[in-house]
């Protein structure tokens, strides 16, 4: 694996980091920050997407004819990464750029394609996912919303849970039973839905944050075309599977991986300051130790994303990889904030608006938002399962 980056690529990651110098606003992160109000904070969001499409910096990696940049692989890494550096605002279309879009130009008719990607990567149509449903969480093959072909419609029945930022999408791609009489892998298929068609309820779920990213989504004899359907009929499990090898890569992983070292690096300089007894809590031993497995974890999590851009760039697919790469980040981000609360003591539970609070609270709520590292874009059960069979071979 050759660490070192052409000159090419050198030049595009200044380019894009001199953009996002003149680009974010004065202040960005020391003065200036994302709005609290958390509808004011998705639309701010939406507006930075925008914003990076007027820039040219919106589905970098797509093809040109689909409005992309064409950019290669080693490309989409320097962004995550350099978006991740500046600490960026994150998308509420990061559905629709990381994973609708992606599956459409993979698996999608061309018609789908000039009609879906456009929007999406002008971020003029937000979409949200609709895979999980309350019996069918990490068990995707268990869904149990209902389509049956009509016409030249399906008429869709049923429920789907924590879809994020339904209350604010367009659209939304979801797995659909449309035939209950085969084995459960077998029957189901992969449609786009108009959440502008009547029969759909959204309600939105409070989570343990406090806010509510996620919703309940609820479908009640809502017809859909038939050509919004993607692949044939029964065969969504295999564009399913298409979503979440992208759901679950490296590129996600190498913006993950930079904020979580920004968020250690904060954690070493509050530690510095917070006092245990006479001593500072970075003089702790046993706390350092802690802090030197989070620093050798966190940059494994790097090491393993460019190891699957090497597999990719060699021609491989995206496979199993996915999975390790998912389950590894997700643990080390949730032992890197328990450790956050363990060195912080009787200070850790106070909120931002404490005075006592440390750095403002963020180690508190980037703990409780860890919570769900292990759960979405499929469970660490799924992904042990995943690795052990397809990796190391063994017996299901």
Known sequence: MDFNYSPSEN???MELRNWLAGALPQGWGETVFEPEDEHERA????????????????????PKEYGGRGATLIERGIFAEEMARTQAPEGINIIGHNLAGTTILACGTEAQKKRFLPPIISSDEVWCQGFSEPNAGSDLASVRTRAELVGDKFIVNGQKIWTSYAQYAQW????????????????????????????????????????????????????????????????GWKIAMTTLAYERGPEDALGRQVRFKQELDKLVT??????????????NPAIRQRLARAITEIEIVRLNALRSFSVYLDGGDRGADASMTKLYWSHVAQNMYELAMDALGPVAPLSGNDPSARAMGRFQLSWLQSKAFTIYSGSSEIQRNITGERVLGLPR
């Open 11 to 13: 030049e595009f990651r």
């Open 43 to 62: 639309m701010f969001r939406l507006d930075w997407e925008r914003k990076l499409y007027a820039g040219g910096w919106s589905g970098i990696n797509w």
């Open 172 to 235: 939304c791609f979801a797995l659909v039973r449309t035939d209950p009489d085969v084995p459960k892998h077998k029957g189901l298929s992969f449609l786009l839905i108009d959440m502008s068609s009547p029969g759909i309820t959204i309600r939105p779920l409070r989570q343990i944050s406090g806010e509510s990213e996620f919703n309940e989504t609820f479908f009640d004899n809502v017809e859909v075309p038939a050509e919004n359907i993607v692949g044939g009929i029964n065969e």
């Open 270 to 283: 509050t530690l510095c300051q917070t006092m245990q007894g006479s001593r500072a809590a970075i003089d």
